[in-house]
């Protein structure tokens, strides 16, 4: 059209965000679009440009909202978190259509503009998308009050205690999607007090969100358990369980890693065994049964393994152990 021809015209002068206002505001959905992948690419005005980028959530053309939610993604180091912007977002989490509730809540707690009681009430929302990025906004104020960093402004951000509880809640979530999105954030917080809630997603009947679990207990800390768990995931045919098992057992006590791990080193996929060499390299020179295992595993036929396990033994003080 007409509109988009003079549209492109423009985006040859680099405008700014007052100057593409009317195409924003254009009656065709598609003049609108074009407006916002011309704004991306053109304007240096970011105060109001995150503004529009925002306002294009609550569009009535689908192919608009759909664009504008690529953008918050592609534009995250750019975007000004200003009050209009995030009176913007705030106003987008109601919206009827999922993708940009969750876009909305997802750049809120990425521009921490989001607070725990906000973020526990999309833990609500009927779309697991809506939800996991809820879980991701509670992982990232407990994160922010760990690294005792505080607002100044008008959120207040919830320390890790009071954000424990709706993640526990989260993790019976119904969709896969948010409970790995649980498992992933109490391992990013590694708490030891998420080791609880970790051990029953271990146990999960989807194979990722058990992996998920494995991994994260690496972070917070492997009970004895969770170490048994991890020990008879060893043998479940999918291999991605078998490596975070074996991750999760870097955690555990030595004398029950030990033995499941150093029967992981023989096992016939790669990563599964990188990660018990790995793993066992992080109990020496704790277990005495060690060595044995890590000398066997400098000869792998993977050039990484044979490297993890060489570094593992120069751990042990007396050369005759490596």
């Not at 700014?16 to 704004?39: F, I, M, S």
């Not at 990025?133 to 100044?152: D, F, I, P, R």
Request: proline letters at 7%.
């Amino acid at each position: 059209s007409a509109r988009i021809l003079a549209l492109l015209a423009l985006a040859d002068e680099a405008p700014e965000a007052d100057e593409l206002a009317e195409y924003l505001t254009d009656p065709e959905p598609d003049v609108r679009r074009t407006a916002l992948t011309v704004l991306s690419e053109a304007t240096e005005d970011w105060v109001n440009g995150s503004t529009q980028v925002a306002a294009a959530l609550l569009d009535p053309d689908p192919a608009v909202r759909a664009t504008a939610v690529e953008l918050l993604a592609e534009l995250r180091e750019v975007l000004v978190a200003g009050e209009e912007f995030t009176a913007a977002l705030n106003q987008a989490t109601t919206h009827a259509d999922p993708a940009v509730r969750a876009a909305a809540v997802g750049a809120l707690w990425r521009h921490h503009r989001i607070g725990a009681e906000q973020a526990e009430r999309h833990l609500a929302d009927p779309d697991p998308g809506v939800r996991a990025e809820a879980v991701h906004a509670l992982v990232s104020l407990g994160a922010l009050c760990s690294a005792h960093l505080y607002a100044t402004g008008p959120v207040a951000y919830a320390c890790a205690e009071q954000s424990a509880a709706p993640l526990d809640t989260a993790a019976a979530d119904s969709s896969a999607e948010v409970r790995i999105a649980v498992a992933g954030g109490l391992g990013t917080l590694g708490d030891p007090r998420g080791a609880s809630a970790l051990t029953e997603l271990a146990t999960d009947p989807d194979t990722a969100v058990a992996a998920a679990a494995f991994t994260a207990l690496a972070e917070t800390g492997c009970p004895p358990h969770a170490a048994a768990l991890a020990a008879a995931a060893l043998q479940q045919r999918d291999w991605q369980v078998r490596e975070a098992a074996a991750k999760a057992l870097a955690a555990a006590p030595a004398e029950l890693a030990a033995a499941p791990l150093t029967a992981a080193t023989r096992d016939p996929n790669l990563d599964v065994r990188k990660a018990a060499v790995r793993s066992l390299g992080h109990l020496a020179p704790d277990d005495p049964e060690v060595p044995a295992a890590l000398r066997t595993a400098t000869e792998d036929p993977d050039a990484d393994v044979r490297a993890y396990a060489r570094q593992a033994l120069h751990r042990y003080p007396n050369p005759s152990e490596r």
